[in-house]
């Protein structure tokens, strides 16, 4: 099978086409890679219905999360094992073994049998699958930006590192995109029977196409140089974060990635969860909406990674971190006004208030899913929960039972202790069919109304997110590139990479929505990417340095 080679990238001026094709390939294969990744994502709320039958609605879908967020758990490991591989054996051949590893774990999603089928075992194979997919993705960013920056000419790096960053979210829509077309094409009532198990499936041929991209490749000409220099490390761990090397890495992480992470998972993830589960916008319309976004979003990533080229790479991801701590509080309310107006109005005409004693009222989440949570606090705020309507709690006399008031109407709720099962049914029934009665009296929405949806609103809601998005992500790949010496280049950059993104933005979705859940505040959980990025504003700001041109060859 032929190579395509590519020498040394030149001082000055553009690439050469081997070098592009190269950048291409490279790119191409990671799309795929996001794809397969993202496809759990963006189906967690049908996976939760079929791998976390065991558990109440609102605590699958916080573990079907955690099951998402594992798989970023795991991409610090991943960057570790496959970053020391990269500097030690090449970049070329930690590309094929990555690769592989993702396609047959998404593959394999894909015909794993439901809780229905196999109990426990269902979600503990799922979640194993998801650490595979995990590791996987930690050893393949700091591998493909690497190779990108290795090959690109001085003065250019961040506007080819950025085509690199366009990768995850032409994943995300490409999943999306998939997804939408199946379950068109099937139906809905099918699509969360079996359809969505299509999406996994297809994966094995996008498997096929990424392994015989990456065999074409050659591999990278500084890492060739350093090779024939005899300049390799040998220890390219303890070099990465035992030595004065680590104080870098720690900063990058806290100064850049962290903050880069929090804005890319609210402004894609978080923003469509938002939508779906806390507005009652109905699914289809929701990815719509996000793929219309992300198309509109996109070329600013190349944008910001050309722009970092010339003004520096720093000012422009302190800049996207600013300005997401800034307006995310508005954005968001904007949403809800825009997507379902009726809540708001509801809201305003007749909130919603849980009084109940406070030591009754539990943090409900149990990811074993074996505690019954049934004091007369945890049945009433799951069930606003559950119907998506923001309530506060006012505190009452111990050991009184909980109330809940919509406006002026009472709904007393009950204990569930010591209820026999049929008792226990009768007075759920009895519960939750007075509550929705006073909620729709109130004007509380089952579901967001599709007249009422201001979609172009939305949309540059939406928009101005994902623009968001590529300021702090197009840059990224070259300041971290450019952070650290080429001997140990891909272990340095990619474990503050995957610390970032993996822990601090793919445990996003989860820790907000659980705050949210114990508030009633829909907006609660909003704080935790608003922190995070007020902090790497300050760190990044104050402690690390402007890098677009340094000499990436030492």
């Not at 493909?144 to 994943?171: C, D, M, W």
């Not at 498997?207 to 060739?224: C, D, H, T, Y």
């Not at 289809?284 to 520096?312: M, N, Q």
């Not at 720093?314 to 379902?340: D, E, S, W």
């Amino acid at each position: 099978m032929s190579t395509i080679t590519a020498s040394t990238a030149p001082a000055t001026g553009a690439l050469t086409k081997g070098h592009k094709k190269v950048i291409f390939a490279s790119s191409l294969g990671t799309v795929f890679e996001w794809y397969d990744f993202y496809l759990y994502g963006s189906l967690a709320a049908i996976i939760a219905k079929q791998f976390f039958g065991g558990l109440n609605e609102t605590s699958a879908f916080i573990f079907a999360l955690l099951a998402f967020a594992a798989g970023f758990a795991v991409r610090p490991f991943g960057a570790i094992v496959f970053g020391r591989l990269g500097d030690m054996v090449g970049r070329k051949y930690t590309f094929l073994v990555t690769i592989v590893i993702m396609g047959i774990s998404t593959f394999l999603v894909g015909i794993l049998p439901n809780y229905a089928s196999i109990g426990f075992a269902a979600p503990v194979i799922l979640i194993a699958l998801r650490l595979l997919q995990g590791l996987a993705l930690g050893g393949e960013y700091g591998g493909a930006a690497t190779y990108v920056a290795e090959h690109a000419p001085n003065g250019k790096r961040g506007l080819y590192t950025s085509f690199i960053q366009t990768t995850a979210t032409i994943g995300l829509l490409l999943s999306l995109l998939v997804i939408l077309g199946v379950r068109t094409y099937v139906g809905t009532e099918a699509f969360e029977a079996w359809g969505w198990r299509i999406p996994f499936l297809l994966s094995i041929i996008l498997l096929g196409i990424s392994v015989w991209i990456r065999m074409q490749l050659s591999e990278s000409p500084a890492f060739v140089q350093m090779k024939a220099e005899g300049k390799q490390s040998k220890a390219p761990i303890t070099e990465s974060f035992f030595s004065k090397n680590g104080r870098i890495v720690v900063l990058a992480l806290f100064g850049a990635t962290a903050g880069q992470a929090v804005v890319w998972y609210a402004g894609q993830f978080y923003a469509m969860y938002f939508l779906i589960q806390s507005l009652k916008v109905d699914s289809t319309t929701t990815w719509l909406l996000i793929a219309a976004a992300l198309v509109l979003g996109t070329p600013f990533f190349v944008v910001f990674g050309w722009l970092s080229d010339k003004i520096g790479r720093k000012g422009i991801i302190m800049a996207g971190c600013l300005l997401a701590a800034l307006t995310y509080f508005p954005l968001f309310k904007a949403l809800t006004y825009y997507a379902n107006p009726a809540i708001d109005e509801a809201r305003t005409r007749a909130p919603a208030v849980v009084v109940a004693d406070p030591d009754t009222c539990s943090f409900q989440f149990d990811p074993v899913g074996k505690k019954v949570f049934n004091n007369s606090c945890d049945i009433a705020t799951a069930a606003l929960a559950k119907a998506g309507v923001p309530y506060g709690i006012t505190a009452a006399p111990a050991g009184s039972v909980a109330q809940v008031n919509i406006g002026d109407t009472p709904v007393g709720a009950y204990e569930g202790a010591g209820l026999s099962k049929e008792d226990g049914k009768a007075k759920s029934e009895a519960f939750v069919g007075s509550l929705k009665a006073a909620l729709t009296g109130a004007g509380y929405p089952e579901k967001a109304d599709p007249a009422r949806i201001n979609k172009p609103m939305v949309l540059l809601i939406l928009t101005v997110l994902v623009i968001y998005v590529t300021m702090v992500y197009g840059p990224i790949a070259a300041w971290l590139v450019e952070l650290f010496p080429t001997r140990i280049r891909y272990t340095s950059m990619s474990l503050p990479y995957h610390i970032g993104n993996g822990w601090f933005g793919g445990f996003l979705p989860t820790i907000a929505f659980a705050l949210v859940a114990a508030s009633g505040n829909m907006y609660q959980g909003l704080w935790y990417p608003i922190i995070i990025a007020s902090m790497t504003f300050v760190i990044g700001t104050l402690f690390l340095r402007e890098t677009k041109d340094v000499d990436i060859t030492q």
